[in-house]
């Protein structure tokens, strides 16, 4: 069964009436650029076919329900965060709210088939749902490249996630068929024919995206970019050093940020 008839058989379960909106957005994996795209390099990803669909309708309050349990959470999203799922709704609504399109409150039922902390960007295909969802339930549907930023922004400004723009993209923007090769530093797309099959294995290796290990390397390409900015100038992105750079700035750097 589909993400978005999931999505919808949970929401009717849950609250004994049909969504008036199904929405959703793929999970992804790269091909080329992993840690890249904070970097300011090119990143190349397609969209898979396993996806995360939100089921809504208009309420005057936010309750959330996830097929993975049944539970409805019921839940303030002017208060503190709760440090589980549905924080990533929470970030969503406030995010659109501050462009006129969220709806007062709603009812949210989210299914997915995107295997959660397998680094395949279901927090993403999450958010990037929930805003098309809501931005079509509060009558404004927006487009790809704002769904881009509400999603950005949920999840790095609200959650806390020291996530660049690449996942946003790929889930806005990712269609069947194609892989997108996206230029981080200019924030240029551009689709690419790939008709080829992939096969992608799931170790059981969970990730957190708020702490471990995506956190530390960040921070060590933050920490590297500043000490080469002492002998490059304006350098705005790791990615910008030039090849015959790379065995000075080798040399310049201090374990661990060379290994």
Known sequence: MSSARLASSQFASSFATRAAVVASAPGRVNLMGAHTDYNGGPVLAVALERRTAVAAAASDRWRFVSAVDGAIHEVDVDGPLRHDWTDYLVGTV?????????????????ASTVPIGAGLASSTALTVAAARALSLLAGRGLPAPDLVEVAYQAEHDQVGVRCSRMDQTIAAHGERGTALLFETAMGTLRRVPFDGRLWIVETGVSHELTGGELTERRRECEDALALCRAWRPGLQYLAQLATQELAETARRLPPPLVP
Not at 94 to 110: K, Q
Request: hydrophobic content about 55%; glycine content about 12%.
């Open 94 to 110: 406030r995010e659109l709210r501050t462009r006129g399109a969220a709806p007062a409150g709603a009812l949210l039922a989210v």
